[in-house]
């Protein structure tokens, strides 16, 4: 059925053949403990972070955009893939190279791509699209389709009917701001 070309293959096929593991991730970029981002995420962090034994970075105050709170010290905290890995695979992360799909994985080169947001809020959010999930905080919604937008574009990744559509609306009611994107591939 995925090979059919009508209908919309994306929520036909969702999943198909995705394993976590086929995007290897958390690697260290830069091989000083910067480029990967469960050592310490850049964004969010309002007070400067102390170095400790278990953790590269501790303490600080971090901001959770997607549920508008802060939260002190990193523990609370997850990094999301704003454009989840399973959507990558089924917007055409599928038919990557195993090394595109760690770079994409870790992509340092878009401060957009890896943010720090609670836990909480990263878990409800699983591997859905704006069409079923969204940021609770309202005043969230504008960035995140933004940004979402162009973490596809970066990497050429497909949308689905639903999806345009979820992000048509919402693009909406926002600013009409410009977005500048480095394609990744």
């Given amino acids: 059925m995925c090979d059919l070309p009508?209908?919309?293959?994306?929520?036909?096929?969702h999943g198909m053949g995705y394993e976590r593991s086929k995007f290897?991730?958390?690697?260290?970029?830069?091989?000083?403990?910067?480029g990967n981002p469960r050592r310490g995420p850049?964004?969010?962090?309002?007070?400067?972070?102390?170095?400790?034994?278990a953790l590269p970075r501790s303490g600080g105050e971090w901001y959770s955009p997607y549920?508008?709170?802060?939260?002190?010290?990193?523990?609370?905290?997850d990094i999301d893939h704003l454009v989840p890995l399973a959507e990558a695979w089924?917007?055409?992360?599928?038919?990557?190279?195993?090394?595109?799909?760690?770079?994409?994985?870790?992509?340092?080169?878009d401060a957009r791509a890896l943010i720090a947001v609670s836990a909480a809020s990263n878990r409800s959010k699983a591997d859905q699209d704006p069409a079923t999930w969204?940021?609770?905080?309202a005043g969230s919604r504008c960035q995140y389709v933004t940004d979402w937008v162009a973490d596809?574009?970066?990497?050429?990744?497909?949308?689905?009917?639903?999806?345009?559509?979820?992000?048509?609306?919402?693009?909406?009611?926002?600013?009409?701001?410009?977005?500048?994107?480095?394609?990744?591939?």
């Fill in 24 to 34: 290897r991730h958390w690697i260290d970029t830069d091989t000083y403990g910067r």
């Fill in 152 to 185: 596809k574009t970066r990497w050429d990744l497909s949308i689905d009917t639903s999806e345009e559509a979820a992000l048509s609306q919402i693009l909406s009611h926002c600013p009409n701001t410009p977005v500048t994107v480095t394609l990744a591939r």
């Fill in 90 to 109: 089924d917007s055409g992360a599928s038919a990557w190279s195993p090394a595109e799909r760690q770079a994409y994985a870790n992509d340092p080169g």
């Fill in 6 to 13: 009508s209908g919309d293959r994306q929520a036909r096929c």
């Fill in 67 to 77: 549920d508008d709170r802060y939260i002190q010290g990193p523990r609370g905290l």
């Fill in 134 to 137: 969204l940021p609770p905080a």
């Fill in 42 to 53: 850049q964004n969010g962090n309002r007070q400067p972070a102390r170095r400790g034994a």
